[in-house]
């Protein structure tokens, strides 16, 4: 028995299309941590790509379990994390963006001249350890995390600075803190969904994870707004699907992107889902 | 007892001396004001006790222990607030959740309870949500917690900071003209507020322009002119100090007055 081709190939496109919402959908939420505590970072992607090449390279060269990468996949990012915002985040606001950005251009040239990274070829033959279960179980555990964070004194904590950081800091918020705390979250997530990705699409290359992916992830939020975790999801949701709508336009994505950063700034400056949650949980 | 101890406290600019050498001991209890003209000072020696710009000589002693080096957060989480010469609310939070933010370093649930929605993190909750809505009570702001603080009217936007900076029944409360921009009723209103946060036990720190609210609630009073300390005692002194009169006035007017009374 054997499947028709366009059988085939309809279960493929919708297989990529299944792990590319549940993966852009954690890299949206790896965003809206960082922008609900007040900072700005386009160092997304990057992270994203320390979590791919981690994972692969542990699976490829060592072997390592699927189960046993992932940890080591947020681990490698959360490093770097570390060490761009430990001293950028003394400093305010677009220092952390400019820094971020040069994370990953610096990792694009490393793993492009370096041999054992895989060099201009990238990695493959990255089994397809991840299943499609366990990207959605991620997601959906990480909107429960971020929604009750969300209503307690660590929400309350991330609004106010980012509303007003002297009266956060006035209120007794470690402002320091919570930037860095944020900022490794969210290299963790970004990490973790570059692993899940890596594993679903067996190559990788230094290209995945440069400026642009680092927009289109910003856009998600952009988009989608950040009043309450739902809402960047929601965002990645239609940036994920609007392509797939569109196929044949596919260059047009990163004018697309830029129409829709464009769009939502000047007119939803909340997103598409204004909505705002309630910041206590009784 | 002293609660804040400032010694030899100084903050330059460029070219200028906003704080210059002040000394100041404020006691344990009641109200405790600083006036001078405009510019003299008296915010930037409430940013200097708060903690949001660092001195340039001197140190700041809160209950005894130095604070000079301790960050305006931690210095909070030792019980001192403060609300701003230009109100800063959080515009998009609702009036409780201002509120609640003022009860922020009192919250110690860990982020494996708040994540857990543990029986003791909700009853945290719980107890934060009340003394918030009673800390709106003392402002009369119960009925409004639930809308945005970019809602509430100039007045109740000042009465909201106060709110926010006493959920926390904190040691020491520095108000950086809390009587600017109300009206008359609102004045009175706001002494009373005052009298009743120093009867639950706050020690209050005023700058304020309006003499007859200070004069009428202080227990001291300080002066600042040019940065410096010119004046320290009680009101009923410092209506009758030809310094103090000078600063005000000018130096002519107070050679007049001066003159007229000795005719
Ligand atoms: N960040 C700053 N940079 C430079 N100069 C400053 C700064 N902050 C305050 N100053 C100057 O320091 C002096 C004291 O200012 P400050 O705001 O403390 O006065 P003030 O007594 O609160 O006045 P007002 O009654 O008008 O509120 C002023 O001359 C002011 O221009
Ligand atoms: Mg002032």
Redesign the pocket.
């Known amino acids: 028995m054997s499947v028709p081709p366009w059988l085939s190939d309809l279960f493929w496109t919708y297989q990529n299309v299944v792990v590319s919402l549940g993966v852009n959908g954690l890299l949206a939420l790896s965003m809206y941590v960082v922008l609900a505590a007040g900072q700005l970072s386009l160092g997304q992607a990057a992270f994203m790509g320390l979590g791919a090449y981690a994972s692969a390279l542990l699976t490829l060269r060592l072997h390592a379990p699927f189960w046993a990468v992932l940890p080591a996949a947020m681990l490698v990012p959360v490093a770097f994390a570390l060490l761009v915002g430990g001293p950028t985040l003394r400093l305010a606001g677009v220092y952390l963006a400019i820094a971020t950005i040069g994370l990953g251009e610096v990792l694009r040239a490393v793993y492009l001249n370096v041999d054992a990274l895989g060099g201009a070829l990238g990695l493959s033959g990255i089994p397809e350890a991840a299943p499609l279960w366990l990207i959605y179980a991620l997601l959906a555990a990480a909107l429960l995390v971020f929604w009750r964070i969300g209503r307690s004194r660590v929400g309350r904590a991330m609004e106010a600075m980012r509303s007003d950081e002297t009266a956060a800091l006035a209120m007794g918020v470690n402002v320091r803190r919570y930037r860095l705390a944020t900022l490794v979250a969210s290299a963790a997530l970004a990490g973790l969904a570059g692993a899940l990705s890596a594993h679903s699409t067996d190559f990788i290359g230094p290209n995945d994870y440069g400026f642009e992916p680092a927009v289109s992830i910003l856009s998600f939020a952009l988009l989608g707004g950040i009043g309450s975790p739902i809402a960047p999801v929601v965002g990645a949701v239609v940036l994920t699907l609007l392509p797939e709508l569109m196929r044949g336009f596919a260059e047009l994505r990163l004018i697309l992107n830029g129409v829709v950063i464009v769009l939502a700034v000047l007119f939803l400056p909340r997103g598409l889902v204004a909505w705002r949650m309630r910041r206590r949980a009784a | 007892m002293t609660l804040l101890a400032l010694r030899g406290l100084s903050?330059r600019?460029?070219g200028?001396t906003?704080?210059d050498r002040v000394d100041l001991d404020v006691p344990a209890q009641g109200v405790h004001a600083v006036i001078?003209?405009?510019?003299?000072?008296?915010?930037?020696?409430?940013?200097l006790i708060s903690g949001l710009?660092a001195p340039s000589a001197g140190t700041i002693a809160l209950d005894g222990r130095d604070v000079t080096r301790l960050a305006a957060d931690a210095r909070a989480r030792l019980g001192l607030a403060r609300t701003f010469?230009a109100v800063r609310l959080f515009a998009d939070m609702t009036v409780l959740e201002n509120a609640l933010t003022g009860l922020h370093p009192r919250l110690r649930s860990s982020l494996a309870a708040i994540v857990l929605r543990t029986r003791g993190f909700r009853r945290e909750e719980r107890n934060a949500v009340a003394r918030a809505r009673d800390a709106l009570a003392m402002v009369g702001l119960e009925r409004r917690g639930g809308e945005r603080a970019a809602a509430l009217s100039y007045g109740e936007a000042r009465r909201l900071e106060i709110a926010r900076a006493m959920a926390g029944a904190p040691r020491l409360l520095l108000l950086?003209?809390p009587a600017a921009g109300l009206n008359p009723a609102e004045t009175v209103t706001l002494g009373t507020l005052v009298r009743s946060i120093v009867d639950a036990g706050t020690t209050v720190l005023l700058?304020e322009?309006d003499m007859k609210f200070v004069m009428g609630l202080s227990d001291s009073v300080t002066v600042?002119n040019f940065?410096r300390r010119i004046f320290h005692g009680t009101p009923a002194e410092a209506r009758a100090d030809p310094a103090v009169i000078e600063a005000y006035l000018g130096a002519k007017v107070a050679a007049r007055l001066q003159g007229s009374a000795h005719a």
Do not use: C, I, M, S
Not at chain 2, 36 to 47: M, Q, V
């Open positions: 903050r600019y460029a200028l906003a704080v001078g003209p405009n510019g003299a000072g008296k915010t930037t020696l409430f940013n710009v010469q950086d003209e700058v322009h600042l940065g």
